[in-house]
């Protein structure tokens, strides 16, 4: 009996001195383990809120697209995407709401309100849409006789040839001859491009 004692003890002083050599560390890694837990909590309630709210605001967005719609005046449309991007920036509607605001201002010529309200999703929106944005700014510069700034928006480094396309030779000379003359009259036919990745496209439609 006293050996089992004596064996009983040595384990407990063996605890004591693992705790006391230890015992500070393992509360610290708690508190840390508790704290990131607690942390995470509040940080996805944040984002949700925030995304609760840039839902609401984007409501009016698409109230006032309906109303440009009929009345021709785009404003109210950047004035609510403008308002939306200012509070929640980061939020995946504030993208959504500036391109419907380009969408709407070029539909109604406004071409300088487009270009705005694009060349933010190129500087500040979600990733998943900067080529979305690029692509259609470059459609603004052409319509507004930019050609040399939408050639640059598109430069020809960043497109791949599509997986079908049948022409695997391309003529520098005939190539030289066509960017001059997009350049002087711009664009018959444009080409179909899709975003890829690392801001590269590949044609889908078109050389």
């Known amino acids: 009996m006293a050996a089992y004692d ?3 003890q040595e384990r407990i002083d063996a605890l004591k001195d693992w705790w006391g050599k230890w015992g500070t ?19 996805k309630s944040w984002q949700s809120r925030q995304a609760d709210a840039a839902e609401l605001e ?10 440009a719609a009929t009345s021709k005046d ?10 939306l991007a200012a509070k929640l920036p980061s939020t995946f509607y504030a993208t959504e709401a500036q ?38 700014l470059a459609t603004v ?4 006789q930019k050609t040399d700034d939408a050639l640059k928006m598109l430069d020809v480094m960043q497109m791949q040839a599509g997986q079908y396309q049948p022409r695997s030779y391309m003529d520098k000379e005939a ?11 711009g664009i018959m036919q444009p080409i179909l491009v899709r975003p890829i990745a690392d801001n ?8």
């Open 141 to 144: 510069m052409f319509e507004n």
């Open 74 to 83: 785009p404003k109210k449309v950047t004035a609510a995407a403008d308002a």
């Open 200 to 207: 590269r496209f590949e044609i889908v439609a078109g050389e």
């Open 25 to 43: 560390f393992v509360y610290g890694a708690v508190i840390i383990t508790l704290a990131a837990v607690l942390g995470s909590i509040a940080w």
């Open 6 to 8: 004596l064996e009983e």
């Open 99 to 136: 391109l419907l605001a380009a969408k709407a201002t070029f539909d109604a010529g406004d071409y300088t309100a487009a270009t705005k309200h694009l060349q933010w999703v190129v500087d500040n929106g979600r990733d998943t849409h900067r080529n979305i944005a690029r692509m259609r």
């Open 175 to 185: 190539l030289q001859t066509l960017a001059d003359s997009i350049r002087a009259q």
């Open 58 to 67: 984007f409501k009016t967005v698409k109230t006032a697209v309906t109303e």
